[in-house]
Each structure stands twice: as structure tokens, then as C-alpha cells.
């Protein structure tokens, strides 16, 4: 059984990865591990496993033949554009080795540079795929693929933080609000309800992003603020909740995290 001690450390442990988060000069990239493809054409598409902020990709695609096709490249971070899009490239290879059939030979491995790969992110759940093979170039809208459900309903304990900023009056700016202790994620005939210990969103639009989720709806608090807020990146494991926060108020926008043990 979990005692009091351990779920409040878990508590303080939330709120501490949210002020880093929040009040450090550089932000959390976001995972992007996942299956991406394009809805209108089943068939193809580029499976990303993240590691920091460095990714590992494989391409699985058709050659001029109809005939599958796979490729791989390492994606470093490039830049970050205009409206927060992250860019990452990487050179594309082809590989060839032993016959699945055939004792592994690691001499038969060979691998052939055959062009480039570049993923332009617009949000955590959608991205511009840019690639060469053998000279011929191909640009492709791609999203992660849901393929089955992963929820996000239960019972947590941990935190939530934002700081705000673009306030009506600027020496509001840089304000940070904390809600730590129990939280819950559920729904009923209206939406999905996020209840807080200070703050309740609710009316909360559930869409899943392939390994992650977003919720937007409307938040009341106990100290008198409300308005709008989105729940992005939230990815529900066995242990927990991570994800990221976004709203506006009145007087003030904000963003932060959220983090919660189940």
C-alpha cells in the first residue's frame, strides 16, 4: 500500500518537474515517438523512436516498382521556425545484410546514402515530411497514426504549473500558479472533467493523437480565475500522466505542465 509520505513526496516531485519545465531557460522538447502517416494514403509511413532530443527514424515506403521499401536516418534538431515549428534532419540510408534465412553475417551489412530526410513539426501531433531517394524529392503531410485507444481516465496525484504571460498589465507577467495534491480525469454526458484541488475544468474535447492526447474545454478556480485551457502531449502510462498546459484568462495568458502518479 502506498502511504501518505510516499504519494505526497510524489506530489512535491510533480510540482518540481513542472517548475523546471516552466522556469528553465530551455524547454522540454516534446517525444515524438510514435507511428506517423498520412490518413489519405494507407500503406506508407515513418516510425520516429525518440532518445533526448535526438530521434531514430524508419522510412517504409514503395520503390519506382510498387515493391516495399525501407530506409533509416538519425534526425538532429535543426532549428525552430516561426509559430514554434521544430525542425529535424538527418541524411537517409538504404540498408542491406544477411538473408533472414541465412546464420548473420556482420560483414554482409552495407549501408548506401541515398538523399535526406527533414520532419518540420507544427504541434506535437502533426508534421511536414521532407525526403530525397536517389534524387527524386517527395513532400508529405504526416500525423501520428491511432490505431487503438489509450485513456486517460483516473485518479492521480501530483501537480500542475503555468506561468503567465501577455498580461493586460505586464508586471503580471512571469506570475506562477501552482495546484499540487490529488487530481482526477473524467467524464460525463458534457466532456471530459479535470478536477483539481483548486481549479475544475470541464465541457473537455478528448482527441487522441496516436501515443498521446489533448483536452480543451473551460476551467473554473476557487480564486476566482477561469477561462479556456488545452491539455497537450498528455501521455498516460502505468505509473502516470505527463503533459503540457495552455490558457488564457481575462487578463493573462499562461503555460506550463502537468504531472501526476496514478
Request: hydrophobic share 35%; aromatic share 10%.
Amino acid at each position: 500500500m502506498i502511504t501518505l509520505s510516499k504519494l505526497l513526496r510524489s506530489a512535491f516531485l510533480a510540482a518540481a518537474l513542472a517548475i523546471s519545465a516552466t522556469a528553465g531557460a530551455t524547454p522540454v522538447s516534446v517525444d515524438y515517438s510514435d507511428l506517423w502517416s498520412n490518413p489519405d494514403e494507407p500503406g506508407w509511413g515513418l516510425n520516429i523512436s525518440q532518445q533526448g532530443d535526438v530521434m531514430f527514424a524508419t522510412l517504409f515506403v514503395y520503390d519506382r516498382f510498387g515493391v516495399a521499401a525501407w530506409y533509416s536516418v538519425t534526425l538532429n534538431y535543426d532549428s525552430a521556425g516561426a509559430g514554434g515549428v521544430r525542425k529535424y534532419s538527418g541524411i537517409l540510408y538504404q540498408t542491406s545484410g544477411t538473408p533472414s534465412t541465412q546464420p548473420y553475417n556482420p560483414a554482409d551489412l552495407k549501408y548506401r546514402e541515398v538523399g535526406t530526410l527533414t520532419v518540420e513539426f507544427g504541434d506535437e501531433a502533426h508534421a511536414l515530411l521532407f525526403y530525397t531517394v536517389d534524387g527524386i524529392a517527395q513532400a508529405k503531410q504526416v500525423t501520428r497514426l491511432t490505431f487503438a485507444e489509450n485513456s486517460i481516465l483516473g485518479s492521480y496525484i501530483g501537480a500542475s504549473q503555468d506561468v503567465t504571460y501577455d498580461c493586460a498589465n505586464p508586471e503580471r507577467n512571469g506570475e506562477v500558479n501552482t495546484d499540487v495534491g490529488p487530481f482526477t480525469i473524467t467524464q460525463d454526458e458534457t466532456g471530459y472533467v479535470l478536477k483539481f484541488p483548486t481549479c475544475i475544468v470541464t465541457r473537455g474535447v478528448y482527441t487522441q493523437q496516436g501515443q498521446i492526447a489533448e483536452v480543451v474545454g473551460e476551467y473554473n478556480c476557487t480564486h476566482g480565475g477561469n477561462g479556456l485551457i488545452k491539455f497537450s502531449a498528455l501521455r498516460s502510462e502505468q505509473g502516470g500522466i505527463v503533459g503540457t498546459v495552455t490558457g488564457r484568462n481575462t487578463t493573462c495568458s499562461f503555460r506550463g505542465t502537468l504531472g501526476g502518479a496514478r
